[in-house]
């Protein structure tokens, strides 16, 4: 029987390196596929972070491999991404799997998300991280990575984010997962996604984090294959 095709999408950021353990894993089950957003992972980019530009990069991976139709993995921001893609164009989307996307983009989440991203406090106080986001992005510079990607929240916040119209319009059946220990998004507003799209099904992943690098790979490996 042949292989079905998989698209795992990466976070803000990240980059598809931090996908490749998950890819390894799959690739027994699909046809496993990653990319870099434009702007992320060394991919250069002129252009302003935005969800529907995220969506165009995975139209045109999709096209250069000759695929007309893919199932989605996506985290964090990757997940956004995957549905931002099945409202927009529907037939190119099979079942979607998130894991850890934050969908309430209030002014004031938004504005409590940025106040992190601050690219001089985070070489101060968490040089490791920020090594590993200049390790990520090279050549490109992390810190302007980082900017853009604080932009963007703001630009959610002011009426660019899904709203639930557009969740009613997404007839996928997609699997919203949350770790129970994710500090950066609630159950709350994961429940209230999934009750907005015609075909949800909440996961609620117990001792899970926010970081996809503390995801234990075998679980998330389980919870895709079951739900495909």
Same mark, same amino acid.
């Given at each position: 029987?042949?292989?079905?095709?998989?698209?795992?999408?990466?976070?803000?950021?990240?980059?598809?390196?931090?996908?490749?353990?998950?890819?390894?894993?799959? !690739?027994?089950?699909?046809?496993?596929?990653?990319?870099?957003?434009?702007?992320?992972?060394?991919?250069?980019?002129? &252009?302003?972070?935005?969800?529907?530009?995220?969506?165009?990069?995975?139209?045109?991976?999709?096209?250069?491999?000759?695929?007309?139709?893919?199932?989605?993995?996506?985290? !964090?921001?990757?997940?956004?991404?995957?549905?931002?893609?099945?409202?927009?164009?529907?037939?190119?989307?099979?079942?979607?799997?998130?894991?850890?996307?934050?969908?309430?983009?209030? #002014?004031?989440?938004?504005?409590?998300?940025?106040?992190?991203?601050?690219?001089?406090?985070?070489? &101060?106080?968490?040089?490791?991280?920020?090594?590993?986001?200049?390790?990520?992005?090279?050549?490109?510079?992390?810190?302007?990575?980082?900017?853009?990607?604080?932009?963007?929240? #703001?630009? #959610?916040?002011?009426?660019?984010?899904?709203?639930?119209?557009?969740?009613?319009?997404?007839?996928?059946?997609?699997?919203?997962?949350?770790?129970?220990?994710?500090?950066?998004?609630?159950?709350?507003?994961? &429940?209230?996604?999934?009750?907005?799209?015609?075909?949800?099904?909440?996961?609620?992943?117990?001792?899970?984090?926010?970081?996809?690098?503390?995801?234990?790979?075998?679980?998330?490996?389980? #919870?895709?294959?079951?739900?495909?």
């Amino acid at each position: 029987m042949k292989q079905q095709n998989l698209l795992l999408l990466h976070g803000a950021l990240g980059s598809k390196l931090q996908l490749q353990p998950l890819q390894e894993m799959l !690739s027994k089950d699909f046809n496993v596929y990653t990319l870099n957003f434009e702007g992320h992972g060394g991919r250069t980019s002129d &252009e302003a972070f935005a969800m529907e530009r995220f969506a165009a990069n995975v139209i045109e991976k999709l096209e250069m491999l000759g695929i007309s139709q893919t199932h989605i993995f996506g985290y !964090s921001m990757g997940g956004y991404v995957a549905l931002t893609l099945a409202k927009k164009q529907p037939e190119l989307v099979g079942k979607i799997v998130t894991l850890g996307t934050k969908f309430n983009w209030s #002014l004031e989440s938004a504005q409590q998300e940025v106040k992190m991203l601050n690219p001089e406090k985070i070489e &101060e106080k968490v040089p490791a991280f920020a090594k590993r986001l200049a390790e990520l992005h090279q050549p490109n510079d992390w810190k302007e990575v980082m900017r853009k990607t604080a932009e963007m929240m #703001l630009t #959610l916040a002011n009426g660019k984010k899904l709203t639930n119209d557009d969740l009613h319009q997404i007839p996928h059946n997609v699997l919203i997962g949350i770790g129970a220990l994710d500090k950066m998004v609630t159950i709350e507003e994961s &429940e209230n996604v999934t009750s907005q799209l015609p075909n949800g099904t909440l996961k609620i992943i117990a001792d899970v984090k926010h970081p996809i690098e503390t995801v234990n790979a075998d679980v998330l490996t389980q #919870l895709i294959r079951d739900f495909i």
